[in-house]
């Protein structure tokens, strides 16, 4: 079974930064593509940013010149690195991975942006 493992979230300010790991348990190398999703209370879940296999990169608008998301195949991790952060980044933050035909989630990790 694929496991994903998100950590790094917390407390920050506004302005501040902060960096999320998501540890695989076998080589990501293998996956399509993986990404980072975050749901507010009351909102859909929404894609923030994904890397694919040959380090393709796309983010959505509102994190564009402020998130990175990158990745280390031989720790099978991806980060996301996030600065300049704002209130409305505030979020259940998910690692997913995907396969052909499936996708795999991580159980994600809190991000809460206030002063």
């Known amino acids: 079974q694929v496991q994903l493992v998100e950590s790094g979230g917390g407390l920050v300010q506004p302005g501040g930064s902060l960096r999320l790991s998501c540890a695989a348990s076998r080589s990501i190398f293998s996956f399509v593509a993986m990404g980072w999703y975050r749901q507010a209370p009351g909102k859909q879940r929404e894609l923030v940013a994904s890397?694919?296999?040959?380090?393709?990169?796309n983010y959505a608008d509102s994190v564009k010149d402020r998130f990175i998301i990158s990745r280390d195949n031989a720790k099978n991790t991806i980060y996301l690195q996030m600065n300049v952060l704002k209130p409305e980044d505030t979020a259940d933050y998910y690692c997913?991975?995907?396969?052909?035909?499936?996708?795999?989630w991580g159980k994600g990790t809190l991000v809460t942006v206030s002063s």
């Open positions: 997913e991975a995907q396969s052909y035909g499936t996708a795999y």
């Open positions: 890397i694919s296999s040959s380090s393709t990169t």
